[in-house]
């Protein structure tokens, strides 16, 4: 048995074609969805990408391993103190090690390790391939690692390859000699001149007045990725440069099948296509970036072609990224491990049977601290720490009716609101009866002054700075509401 798994930073499935979007952007994605299962409601448990693949690989929730921020002592696993063995939980219980096991040869294209100093990440791995920039790689660099091995190793057997591609990632990086594939296609139809108008009032990190988190600077590295969102050009540019990179990423896809095939294995590899989180294009009035517990960043793309599995089948059940580990090794014959948070959904790859769970609940504490739950029709989003945008503390989303989160309905929804409050504490509760150590990591960020891209205190605070730029830019009145919120943590003369 051969696998390869193909992990796109930053890759929302709503600008896929083969999950509804209205470009091109996809065509190699969407035929091996038409080969194999689409799942269309699948959630990283834990945003964004250091929380993430370390949930994916270990099975575990955030809450669980300790991993739910980008700094501090959040951003590092819980030490497991006396009980540890020889070796740690992510090597003898994690993904890898458990191929490992059924004799597979692990291997891994990928700088991201290095990136967020994520030692674990490389746990049960006999290959590690670090192309060695930190995600700032384009595909052009990470490509011709992945035809060495392949022409070395395609035709063996029992293998997985992890392929990390980063070109979604900001900044947009396409070569201009690729062109402009959508430059005459239309925009996505819900981002109007009304919506860039009722965004340019907003404050926040990567808000549309600062693509670039706290300033709209512009590097000419970079020409596809705007500073600022003022009007449907520089909007178009955001657009567009995101849209290319899929396009640009789905060439490579094309080319490593290829390869597959001329080797004699691609009908007998298994393929997985997903991603580590999605991307607000928007969504909550944040652009290019991957910073809230919501909808647009934490449904990932999952896609599977099995082989002597379903073709075109789509599965719509409530799933975790976190249950990828137990699903695959059902599909092995291989066993769970016992600590795993993750549930097989291994009956829709090979029957299309269906699943998925009552609900799911995602994190996110690199930008902001939420806690959302998505069940039903609703994502309830409970806010602790709003990073700077002034989200409430509680919102309300249909995603049938809504599916960009344009409109909080909490107000009109008190006892959905309170549904979903419930079934997080539910969740909560439950979880932290396995916390070993007894800590929610969730506070831990807040405690320590904050998620790490908007620390509202200590040396290494963002707010007083971003308080002068919000004033500077027509937006005192944002100014002065986080200046009340934060009152506290502010010098005197701030």
């Given at each position: 048995?051969?696998?390869?798994?193909?992990?796109?930073?930053?890759?929302?499935?709503?600008?896929?074609?083969?999950?509804?979007?209205?470009?091109?952007?996809?065509?190699?994605?969407?035929?091996?969805?038409?080969?194999?299962?689409?799942?269309?409601?699948?959630?990283?448990?834990?945003?964004?990408?250091?929380?993430?693949?370390?949930?994916?690989?270990?099975?575990?929730?955030?809450?669980?391993?300790?991993?739910?921020?980008?700094?501090?002592?959040?951003?590092?696993?819980?030490?497991?103190?006396?009980?540890?063995?020889?070796?740690?939980?992510?090597?003898?219980?994690?993904?890898?090690?458990?191929?490992?096991?059924?004799?597979?040869?692990?291997?891994?294209?990928?700088?991201?390790?290095?990136?967020?100093?994520?030692?674990?990440?490389?746990?049960?791995?006999?290959?590690?391939?670090?192309?060695?920039?930190?995600?700032?790689?384009?595909?052009?660099?990470?490509?011709?690692?992945?035809?060495?091995?392949?022409?070395?190793?395609?035709?063996?057997?029992?293998?997985?390859?992890?392929?990390?591609?980063?070109?979604?990632?900001?900044?947009?990086?396409?070569?201009?000699?690729?062109?402009?594939?959508?430059?005459?296609?239309?925009?996505?139809?819900?981002?109007?001149?009304?919506?860039?108008?009722e965004h340019n009032r907003k404050t926040g990190p990567h808000s549309s007045l600062e693509i670039g988190m706290y300033n709209d600077r512009?590097?000419?590295?970079?020409?596809?990725?705007?500073?600022?969102?003022?009007?449907?050009?520089?909007?178009?540019?955001?657009?567009?440069?995101?849209?290319?990179?899929?396009?640009?990423?789905?060439?490579?896809?094309?080319?490593?099948?290829?390869?597959?095939?001329?080797?004699?294995?691609?009908?007998?590899?298994?393929?997985?296509?997903?991603?580590d989180h999605g991307e607000n294009m928007g969504e909550l009035g944040i652009y290019g970036e991957h910073g809230t517990a919501d909808q647009?960043?934490?449904?990932?793309?999952?896609?599977?072609?099995?082989?002597?599995?379903?073709?075109?089948?789509?599965?719509?059940?409530?799933?975790?990224?976190?249950?990828?580990?137990?699903?695959?090794?059902?599909?092995?014959?291989?066993?769970?491990?016992?600590?795993?948070?993750?549930?097989?959904?291994?009956?829709?790859?090979?029957?299309?049977?269906?699943?998925?769970?009552?609900?799911?609940?995602?994190?996110?504490?690199?930008?902001?601290?939420?806690?959302?739950?998505?069940?039903?029709?609703?994502?309830?989003?409970?806010?602790?720490?709003?990073?700077?945008?002034?989200?409430?503390?509680?919102?309300?989303?249909?995603?049938?009716?809504?599916?960009?989160?344009?409109?909080?309905?909490?107000?009109?929804?008190?006892?959905?609101?309170?549904?979903?409050?419930?079934?997080?504490?539910?969740?909560?509760?439950?979880?932290?009866?396995?916390?070993?150590?007894?800590?929610?990591?969730?506070?831990?960020?807040?405690?320590?002054?904050?998620?790490?891209?908007?620390?509202?205190?200590?040396?290494?605070?963002?707010?007083?700075?971003?308080?002068?730029?919000?004033?500077?830019?027509?937006?005192?009145?944002?100014?002065?509401?986080?200046?009340?919120?934060?009152?506290?943590?502010?010098?005197?003369?701030?």
């Amino acid at each position: 048995m051969r696998l390869l798994y193909i992990d796109i930073d930053a890759l929302t499935p709503s600008h896929l074609g083969c999950y509804g979007y209205h470009r091109d952007t996809s065509p190699t994605i969407d035929r091996v969805a038409a080969e194999g299962l689409r799942c269309t409601n699948v959630y990283t448990s834990d945003a964004p990408c250091l929380p993430s693949r370390t949930a994916m690989y270990s099975g575990r929730f955030g809450i669980h391993t300790g991993v739910v921020g980008h700094g501090g002592t959040a951003a590092q696993p819980k030490i497991e103190g006396p009980t540890r063995g020889f070796g740690d939980l992510f090597d003898a219980q994690g993904l890898g090690r458990s191929l490992q096991r059924l004799g597979f040869h692990t291997a891994m294209v990928s700088p991201f390790g290095q990136r967020h100093a994520a030692w674990h990440f490389y746990a049960g791995f006999n290959e590690i391939h670090n192309t060695g920039k930190g995600g700032a790689e384009s595909a052009e660099e990470v490509t011709p690692v992945v035809e060495k091995w392949l022409h070395d190793n395609a035709a063996s057997d029992n293998w997985y390859l992890h392929v990390n591609y980063w070109d979604v990632h900001t900044p947009y990086r396409a070569p201009l000699e690729y062109g402009e594939p959508f430059a005459d296609e239309p925009l996505p139809a819900w981002l109007t001149e009304k919506k860039i108008r009722e965004h340019n009032r907003k404050t926040g990190p990567h808000s549309s007045l600062e693509i670039g988190m706290y300033n709209d600077r512009e590097n000419p590295r970079y020409p596809r990725h705007p500073g600022k969102i003022t009007d449907p050009a520089s909007l178009r540019r955001m657009i567009d440069g995101y849209d290319t990179a899929i396009r640009y990423v789905d060439d490579q896809i094309a080319h490593i099948l290829t390869i597959l095939e001329q080797k004699g294995v691609l009908e007998d590899t298994a393929v997985i296509i997903s991603a580590d989180h999605g991307e607000n294009m928007g969504e909550l009035g944040i652009y290019g970036e991957h910073g809230t517990a919501d909808q647009a960043t934490c449904r990932i793309p999952m896609i599977v072609r099995w082989p002597g599995g379903v073709s075109a089948a789509v599965d719509e059940g409530l799933h975790y990224n976190v249950d990828l580990a137990p699903t695959l090794m059902d599909l092995l014959d291989g066993p769970s491990q016992p600590i795993w948070d993750g549930e097989s959904y291994a009956p829709a790859i090979l029957n299309g049977a269906s699943r998925g769970r009552e609900q799911v609940v995602v994190s996110q504490c690199c930008h902001v601290c939420q806690r959302s739950v998505r069940f039903d029709r609703w994502l309830y989003v409970r806010t602790f720490h709003d990073g700077f945008h002034l989200f409430p503390r509680e919102m309300l989303f249909d995603l049938t009716a809504d599916p960009h989160e344009e409109v909080d309905i909490a107000a009109e929804n008190l006892d959905i609101c309170r549904q979903g409050a419930g079934r997080l504490l539910d969740w909560h509760q439950e979880q932290m009866a396995t916390v070993g150590d007894g800590v929610d990591p969730l506070w831990t960020v807040i405690q320590e002054g904050g998620p790490f891209h908007a620390r509202h205190a200590g040396p290494n605070s963002q707010l007083p700075g971003y308080l002068e730029r919000l004033e500077a830019t027509g937006r005192g009145d944002g100014a002065a509401q986080l200046r009340k919120k934060y009152a506290r943590f502010l010098p005197p003369d701030r």
